[in-house]
């Protein structure tokens, strides 16, 4: 019997009461340098966490690496886009994307060249990528409000 994923799906935007959005955490930081680099547009992010520590994980001396899944996301109109990044430190690699609309989910050469200990099946990214199209609001912006996670990152310490 074919093993199954169980995984978690993390936001990591706020939304301000001017409809500001802010990426907060290490996602970010990745999503920042996706940005400069691809020249992707996103309005959603939000990280995967899996159940499973061998997932896209590589075996090393010391054990597995500590690599870390992010969604990108971009509401477009009356369409998604959801792609799929392995990041490690401060870059990454596009694995897999699909806009709602196509319905069938686009690899990378770079995915199919990574070498893992458990790579995702095609049912499996297909899993991730239809919870999120069935449920956006998974991955939707947290609204910020007075005291909230987006005011902390900007005060500075008291003395």
């Given at each position: 019997?074919?093993?199954?994923?169980?995984?978690?799906?993390?936001?990591w935007m706020t939304r301000t009461n001017n409809d500001d959005l802010q990426?907060?955490?290490?996602?970010?930081?990745?999503?920042?340098?996706?940005?400069?680099?691809?020249?992707?547009?996103?309005?959603?992010?939000?990280?995967?966490?899996?159940?499973?520590?061998?997932?896209?994980?590589?075996?090393?001396?010391?054990?597995?690496?500590?690599?870390?899944?992010?969604?990108?996301?971009?509401?477009?109109?009356?369409?998604?886009?959801?792609?799929?990044?392995?990041?490690?430190?401060?870059?990454?690699?596009?694995?897999?994307?699909?806009?709602?609309?196509?319905?069938?989910?686009?690899?990378?050469?770079?995915?199919?060249?990574?070498?893992?200990?458990?790579?995702?099946?095609?049912?499996?990214?297909?899993?991730?990528?239809?919870?999120?199209?069935?449920?956006?609001?998974?991955?939707a912006p947290i609204a910020s409000e007075p005291g909230?996670?987006?005011?902390?990152?900007?005060?500075?310490?008291?003395?």
């Open positions: 019997m074919p093993t199954t994923i169980t995984f978690t799906v993390t936001p990426a907060h955490g290490r996602a970010s930081l990745i999503a920042t340098w996706i940005a400069i680099t691809t020249g992707r547009t996103y309005n959603r992010l939000a990280t995967v966490k899996f159940n499973d520590s061998a997932t896209l994980q590589q075996r090393q001396d010391t054990g597995l690496t500590d690599f870390w899944f992010i969604i990108l996301a971009e509401e477009i109109k009356n369409d998604w886009l959801l792609s799929f990044w392995i990041a490690q430190e401060n870059s990454g690699w596009l694995a897999a994307y699909q806009h709602r609309g196509d319905g069938q989910i686009k690899w990378t050469q770079a995915y199919a060249d990574f070498a893992c200990e458990r790579k995702l099946t095609p049912a499996e990214i297909q899993r991730i990528f239809a919870g999120i199209f069935a449920h956006p609001s998974v991955i909230s996670l987006k005011e902390m990152d900007t005060q500075k310490p008291q003395p």
